[in-house]
């Protein structure tokens, strides 16, 4: 589902302050796949999520997800991409704290130009099974922090992307909540999505949801 090859990440690329952020990663993630990628604070998890989601381009390298090349595409096609493929869990949850959960979670098909009847079809079988419906007309602002997660986990799987990318999941949650994560995990599962959990976070060693532990150290992976 997602293959990466010789692929480097230089940020301030040709500057005097250039910074190798990835250096040589070859992976290969395979469909239905649960994956952590685990490493200290600044070895390259966040970048290298972000690349595969298309939010930033790689320096050099291949990156193919679902059969497409998409290390370069244009900016335009890279978003559409992101838009059918990429549900992305941000650690600090990136939401619209003024809206609505329901509004905030429709966010992603809105840009799509799908029928309100089926967008508040999805938005309401997201937020069953992120298990933050009582909730829906809430503003973000008056949610708990494990509350947020729902409703960024809901908007995350609202347009039945194959690919769920967290970055940090457990980095803003109490000991509960971060269990309850753990059991979404199974969730995806079951879904049959292909997830990529980027975290230094003890609580993802050993779990029987995780298929495969990958190691970054410095920017590059020491162990898959
Ligand atoms: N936009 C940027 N410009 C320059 N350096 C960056 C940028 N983003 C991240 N870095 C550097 O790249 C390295 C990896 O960062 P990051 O991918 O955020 O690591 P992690 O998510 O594992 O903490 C760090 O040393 C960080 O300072
Ligand atoms: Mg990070």
């Known amino acids: 589902m997602i293959h990466i090859e010789h692929l480097n990440k230089v940020y301030n690329e040709?500057?005097?302050?250039?910074?190798?952020?990835?250096?040589?990663?070859n992976l290969h993630i395979r469909p239905a796949e649960t994956v952590v990628l685990k490493g200290v604070s600044g070895s390259g998890k966040s970048t290298l999520l972000s690349i595969i989601a298309t939010l930033i381009k790689p320096s050099s390298g291949e990156l193919v997800v679902d059969g497409e090349q998409i290390a370069k595409l244009p900016d335009t096609h890279a978003s559409h991409f992101r838009n059918a493929h990429i549900g992305f869990i941000f650690q600090a949850f990136n939401l619209f704290d003024e809206l609505s959960v329901k509004d905030n979670i429709a966010l992603?098909?809105?840009?799509?130009?799908?029928s309100q009847k089926s967008i508040d079809e999805k938005v309401q079988q997201a937020m069953k099974i992120a298990h933050i419906s009582h909730k829906q007309d809430q503003s973000v602002q008056n949610l708990?922090?494990?509350?947020?997660?729902?409703?960024?986990?809901?908007?995350?799987?609202?347009?039945?992307?194959?690919?769920?990318?967290?970055?940090?999941?457990?980095?803003?949650?109490?000991?509960?909540?971060?269990?309850?994560?753990?059991?979404?995990?199974?969730?995806?599962?079951?879904?049959?999505?292909?997830?990529v959990i980027a975290t230094h976070d003890p609580l993802f060693d050993g779990l029987e949801s995780v298929d495969r532990t990958i190691v970054i150290e410095n920017g590059k992976i020491t162990s898959s």
């Open 144 to 195: 708990s922090g494990g509350e947020k997660q729902r409703c960024a986990i809901a908007r995350a799987l609202v347009h039945e992307p194959k690919i769920i990318l967290c970055d940090e999941p457990t980095a803003n949650l109490d000991r509960e909540n971060s269990l309850k994560f753990i059991e979404t995990l199974k969730q995806f599962k079951a879904l049959g999505k292909t997830v």
């Open 14 to 25: 040709n500057a005097a302050n250039a910074y190798t952020a990835l250096h040589d990663i």
């Open 108 to 114: 992603p098909l809105i840009v799509t130009g799908m």
